[in-house]
């Protein structure tokens, strides 16, 4: 069946180094990949996206790879934050049968940034 | 620019009660779909409104059932309430049913069945 599954989920990084999650899927038909970030008390939050036809995508101080041969997703924040403290998940959303429409989610990893 | 609103934020229920939730979507947004988010877990899909039919459906039993109007907000309702439906439930529109367009989330309604 489908699913989006993370390799660690804890990750706990000093403020100002560069963060790195990493996230698997098994759905080879998935072709839209989202980053959410959660924090506490809160609803996800976008942080950035990515279509299958794409490798790589950068937004600010984020960039996203995508490889398909081996089915990974993994998200880098540069010069990490306190503020960048949260939950992270990634999504995925195959656009064909029963699946339109429908983001399935990893289980999440915990970024915790040390000042 | 209104983002995605939800309510009640917190909700207390009984087992064997129903419970309807609330859900505007973001501005210019036509599409709703509904998460079950457990604690310590990644928000699962219930279902999906767009034209105001439910377009797509997850593993969920026909208790959880659900509505869209003309100006796009939703509703879900859960009937015959179980102690393991209590859970964050998320609201997230997106636009053209979220082809290639990101779904945005509120901060969702807590839910706890006594």
């Known amino acids: 069946g489908e699913s989006v599954g993370l390799h660690l989920p804890t990750l706990s990084v000093q403020e100002g180094d560069n963060s790195i999650i990493n996230c698997a899927y098994s759905?080879?038909?998935?072709?839209?990949f989202i980053w959410y970030k959660q924090e506490s008390g809160k609803g996800p939050q976008f942080i950035i996206d990515i279509r299958s036809n794409m490798d790589k995508r950068q937004g600010q101080r984020v960039t996203v790879l995508l490889n398909k041969t081996v089915k990974h997703l993994s998200l880098q924040i540069a010069a990490t934050q306190p503020g960048d403290s949260a939950v992270y998940f990634c999504?995925?959303?195959?656009?064909?049968?029963?699946?339109?429409?429908?983001?399935?989610f990893g289980q999440g990893t915990i970024l915790t940034v040390h000042p | 620019d209104a983002g995605v609103t939800q309510s009640p934020t917190h909700l207390i229920k009984t087992r064997g009660q129903q419970v309807t939730l609330r859900c505007s979507p973001k501005s210019g947004h036509d599409t709703v779909s509904w998460y079950q988010q457990a604690l310590g877990q990644g928000p699962q899909f219930i279902f999906q409104y767009y034209e105001e039919e439910e377009r797509q459906r997850g593993n969920f039993p026909d208790r959880f059932s659900g509505h869209q109007y003309p100006n796009y907000s939703s509703e879900l309702n859960v009937n015959a309430l179980l102690l393991g439906d209590s859970a964050l439930y998320l609201c997230?529109?997106?636009?053209?049913?979220?082809?290639?367009?990101?779904?945005?989330f509120g901060d969702g309604t807590r839910l706890s069945i006594l």
């Open positions: 999504a995925e959303n195959a656009h064909g049968g029963t699946s339109y429409g429908k983001l399935t």
């Open positions: 759905n080879s038909a998935s072709d839209y």
């Open positions: 997230a529109s997106s636009l053209g049913q979220g082809v290639n367009q990101p779904q945005h």
